[in-house]
């Protein structure tokens, strides 16, 4: 729970740096600021001024900013300083703000936290600022910017009035069915927006898997053989050497990963053990490994061995991608066009393989491409929703009782995974994930 107290931490990340920001939020903070700066500096503005200890030592020069409470980022009175970025003079600050009587060190994400309970953000755009804050893509900034700045959230709003105003229907037949103003029967117009509802909630459940792919990356395995080339492409991927290459079968016994960014996604490469019969123990496990890898993969890059491989590649279960390695190797032979021949040597087929890795890349041209749920808890919270959605329009006319009660299990719901109803279990796990200062 959110405490009456004045919180402090350094919001601007690692030192020594140009500037850093040192944030304050609490009932304190004006008292701080004047005591530390001589006044308080107009709203929202930024002012030089002198920092100082309650003492009246002198820290630092560097601006000063005041946020008045319900207009801050936290709802609370808050306050900035922006002090040269050196690991001293940041400590020094700090030092002087532990002094002040009611003040503390923020605990990770208590500002966002106070922001919360505030009403200043939901749950969703809270997870979309912790999305921004780690962003390492594009893409994951979009999808993380769309989250934090309520696209989704105005959304998931509309549904909750849609399925309020159903709700006020049906109870009211029940309550007033003898009122010449009260319909007979819950309408058709109303059944009909709750069937547009749930089929909206189906599309939008539709783009899990993009926003899954998104904010998390799309895990490709490379698999295959002993010196069938795996090591030699992830290296020529990422375009410095992260694996071993020999020509000596059984390099590689663990699994190596790197990140990519193609196009804005995020793109992890996972190169794995030589797939063969063998008795060595450690190999044997980096085969174990390498399986359950290809297991868990968004999609596979299954290396051949062109002068063993037949004129049609074997069939795999699961998205998959042929590739015939070392290619200046081997003469042009009749395979299957469904393989990528490449040489990892001359560069030859890379521009092919990357094309039909994009091919698995969510396509995010309409406009509200970005508004789809992008955590587990999203997908969990939605699918209880709709199938109290369609048990509802399932019933008869006359079971009007079971329907407003199907329909409050999904306005729940949908204020669960808003933060609105029945949410305390979750904020420590949610809150963890934030850094210290925000």
């Not at 939901?122 to 390492?136: K, T």
């Not at 993380?144 to 105005?154: C, F, N, P, Q, Y």
Request: proline share 4%; with cysteine.
């Amino acid at each position: 729970m959110v405490g009456n107290d004045t919180i402090f931490a350094l919001s601007s990340g690692g030192l020594p740096s140009g500037v850093a920001v040192v944030r304050i939020s609490g009932p304190e903070c004006e008292t701080v600021i004047r005591v530390m700066t001589g006044s308080l500096p107009a709203p929202r503005r930024a002012e030089l001024r002198s920092i100082r200890s309650r003492n009246g030592l002198f820290l630092d020069q560097g601006l000063v900013l005041h946020f008045p409470g319900r207009a801050s980022f936290t709802g609370e009175d808050s306050g900035e300083f922006h002090l040269h970025g050196g690991r001293a003079t940041v400590r020094a600050v700090l030092d002087a703000l532990a002094e002040f009587p009611g003040l503390r060190a923020a605990d990770a994400g208590e500002f966002s936290r106070r922001a919360f309970h505030n009403g200043k953000l939901d749950l969703v755009e809270i997870e979309g600022l912790a999305d921004i804050v780690v962003a390492q893509t594009e893409m994951q900034r979009r999808l993380a910017l769309e989250h934090a700045a309520g696209g989704v959230s105005r959304l998931y709003e509309d549904w909750a009035r849609r399925l309020t105003f159903a709700r006020a229907m049906i109870e009211a037949e029940l309550d007033f069915s003898d009122e010449e103003d009260v319909p007979g029967a819950v309408g058709q117009t109303v059944r009909d927006d709750l069937m547009a509802l749930a089929r909206e909630v189906r599309e939008h459940l539709a783009g899990s898997r993009a926003g899954e792919i998104i904010r998390d990356g799309l895990t490709v395995v490379i698999a295959g053989p002993p010196n069938v080339g795996k090591s030699s492409l992830i290296n020529f991927l990422a375009k410095r050497d992260v694996a071993i290459v020999t020509d000596i079968p059984g390099t590689t016994r663990d699994i190596v990963s790197v990140d990519l960014d193609i196009d804005g996604f995020a793109v992890r490469l996972l190169d794995t053990a030589g797939l063969r019969e063998t008795e060595e123990v450690v190999e044997k496990e980096g085969i174990r490994r390498a399986k359950s890898a290809m297991a868990q993969a968004d999609l596979v890059l299954r290396m051949l061995d062109q002068h063993e491989m037949p004129g049609a590649p074997p069939t795999e279960s699961g998205p998959t991608i042929y590739v015939a390695s070392k290619a200046d190797l081997y003469p042009r032979r009749d395979i299957d066009r469904s393989v990528v021949a490449l040489s990892t040597l001359t560069g030859d087929g890379i521009d092919q393989l990357m094309d039909r890795i994009r091919e698995h890349l969510p396509q995010l041209s309409h406009a509200n491409a970005f508004a789809v749920p992008s955590r587990d808890r999203h997908n969990e919270s939605l699918r209880t929703m709709l199938k109290a959605l369609d048990e509802a329009l399932s019933l008869p006319a006359h079971e009007l009782e079971l329907q407003a009660e199907l329909l409050r299990q999904a306005a729940n719901e949908l204020g669960r995974m808003t933060g609105r109803v029945d949410v305390e279990n979750l904020l420590d796990v949610i809150f963890s994930e934030f850094c210290i200062g925000k």
